[in-house]
Every structure is written in C-alpha cells, then in structure tokens.
C-alpha cells in the first residue's frame, strides 16, 4: 500500500461528493492502514503514520462526508477512537469476537483486514463496544492491575510448590494457608546452597509481589473513596456478600451502566448470559459464551457464595435453581447472573440493596 496522495485520493472521490464513505482502519503501532469506500462499493487505500491526530487532518483535507470509521479493539487501546470522536466522527470499534470471518481460511493482509472493515461499516454489520474516557481507563486499569498482581502472586506460590516437588521434598503443612509461618517453614528446609539461593529468589520475588499488591489495594481503596464512585460503591456493598474487591471492580468495568438497556445486555457483557441453541421444535441452553470480563465474572460466582449464605432470599433461590438442574455449578452460575443484574440496579437507582423477604 501506498502513502497519502491527496490527489489521488481527491480523483477517487469525485463524483461521490454527496454521498457518505465508510472508512476501514487496521490500526497497528507503528502504521494505520486506512480503506475508504465509495456508495457504489469501491474501495481506495493508504498506509498512514500511527498518529490519531495526523489522520484526522488526512481525513478532513478530503472534505467528504463520512459515515463512520470502524477498527478492531486490540492493545492500541481507546486513544485513536477518542479524538476521532472529538474531531465529530462516528467510531465504530468492534470486538474481535463480533467481526464476521469466513468459513474458510483466505488470503489476510494488512489492506484487505481494513478493506473489510470499511465493507462491514457500509453495510452496518459491526456493532461498537463501549469506549471509556481517559479517566474511566484510567481507574480501569489500576483495578486491572491488581487482579494482575494477584494472579502474579499465585503463580509464584504455585511455583515454589512444583520446586519442591521436584526436589522431592514434602510440601510443608504451613504452605495450605501462606502466612508468615509459612515463609518461616521453608527457611528450615535442609536443602543443597544452590537449591537454597533458588529458593529465596523465589521469596524475596514473593515479598516484592505482596508489597506492590498491598500498595495497590490501598490506592484502589483511595480511588473508590473518592467523589465520583463513593456513593455507587458504597450502595454496591449493602448487597450481603459483595466486599470492595467485587464492588469496585463492578463500578469501573461497568463505568457507564447507563449504556444497557436490558439485564440480558449486561449479563452477555459479563459472560454470564448462557447460549440458546435450537432445531425444530426443540430448544436448549448451553454453555456459557467463552466472552465478557472474565475476572468481574470469577468474582462475581465467588461472591455469589457469600449471598447465597447470607441472603435467605439468596439462599432460597439457589436452592430452587439447584433443583431444577441438580448441578451446584450452574445454580450458582445462575444466581451469579441474578446478582450482577442486582448490582446493575443498584447502580442505576444508586440506592441500597433491601434483603427481600421471604413468602411463607
């Protein structure tokens, strides 16, 4: 593909001045590949540098009118779609699970990737997910890292278990629940000096990783203190079971509750909204769509535990679930969903959760 030419660009345009053009973006870190396309389905490309702003006065200088821009979401994040918007844009930025692909496999390149996406525009067969403000990302991504730090530090206990195994030593008792016993017991293990050098690496990685998690949860308690979630946060935390963790995680990955029009919506946004599959007369639910956030919805079945014990309304209906599918895991499942819906209320109404009574 070819750089800017605004002449050559302008020669493909003329004659189409009054209609709309739908643009295609495959955007990567150091180049966008850029597809406009006509009304009569014709498509023209360039390779543009990775600038947002640099696109934008590409884009203007042609002086057409534009349907909407559309690109995949992926690590370049939410920048670009958010001053493209400034600049009076449409943006469409499609999940990838939600693009149409081929059955089969076909050529794949750079330009065809944006041809594509300027075609799937046209034909109004993308749907956009939500794009945060810098400050909504923002307060994402420190609740985003601390469930990376977490999963850090459960890799690296399961990692000095697994060196033990290897060693051939018995795991000590005090390694079932990590407490400074726990670290105590492993100093006293009889190993070869460079086993032992191995292992204290191992701790002292440890150390860093629980010293950096404990500085984190301080400051994500700090951030859902402050005036913009407080008070969502606090009426997330009336619900019996639902602690910070799962009521500040709800609050930033969610950020704009307002975008759902329906309790399906939000429990397909989670993964937690189960697939229907049917054939003639007959229907069926299956598994759970492998999409959504994968961490809120973990937290969200953990928490649904707690509720189950201390809602009795909680703990009634898992038992009805419970008996009409005789699996523990999908009653729970299901009252997880239950849940999130509450949780989505809550933060709509911001107001408190009331135990619902229970009819005799």
């Not at 493909?12 to 053009?21: A, L, N, W």
């Not at 991504?141 to 399961?158: G, I, P, T, Y």
Request: aromatic letters at 8%; one cysteine or more.
């Amino acid at each position: 593909m070819a750089g800017f030419s605004l002449s050559k660009v302008r020669a493909f345009i003329r004659g189409f001045e009054d209609s709309r053009f739908f643009i295609g973006l495959d955007v990567h870190k150091r180049s966008f590949h850029v597809a406009i396309r006509r009304s009569d389905g014709e498509t023209d490309t360039w390779v543009a540098p990775a600038s947002s702003q640099c696109l934008v006065d590409q884009i203007h200088r042609l002086d057409i009118r534009v349907g909407c821009l559309a690109y995949e979401a992926g690590p370049t994040g939410f920048s670009l779609a958010r001053t493209l918007e400034s600049a009076g844009y449409n943006v469409v930025v499609a999940a990838p699970s939600r693009i149409p692909r081929p059955s089969t496999s076909s050529a794949k390149t750079d330009r065809l990737d944006c041809i594509k996406l300027a075609e799937y525009a046209a034909k109004g067969m993308l749907k956009t997910i939500a794009i945060p403000s810098e400050q909504d990302e923002a307060d994402r991504s420190l609740a985003r890292r601390r469930h990376q730090l977490v999963d850090e530090v459960r890799r690296v206990k399961n990692r000095i278990k697994a060196f033990l195994l290897y060693l051939g030593i018995e795991e000590p008792a005090e390694l079932r629940l990590w407490t400074r016993g726990s670290i105590d017991a492993l100093n006293e293990l009889d190993l070869q000096q460079a086993s032992r050098w191995t292992l204290e690496s191992m701790l002292i990685e440890l150390s860093c990783l629980e010293g950096n998690l404990a500085t984190v949860n301080k400051q994500l308690g700090e951030l859902s203190g402050n005036q913009r979630h407080k008070g969502i946060v606090d009426c997330l935390r009336t619900v019996p079971g639902v602690g910070p963790v799962v009521a500040s995680t709800f609050r930033f990955e969610l950020f704009k509750p307002e975008r759902f029009d329906r309790a399906r919506e939000v429990a397909g946004y989670l993964g937690l909204a189960p697939t229907v599959r049917q054939s003639g007369e007959g229907k069926s639910r299956g598994q759970l769509r492998p999409a959504g956030q994968e961490r809120l919805r973990s937290l969200l079945v953990e928490a649904a535990w707690s509720w189950r014990a201390k809602d009795p309304w909680a703990g009634r209906t898992y038992r009805k679930l419970l008996s009409r599918c005789g699996i523990a895991q999908k009653a729970i499942v299901a009252l997880a969903r239950k849940l999130a819906i509450i949780l989505w209320r809550l933060c709509l109404e911001e107001r408190p959760y009331y135990v619902k009574p229970i009819e005799a």
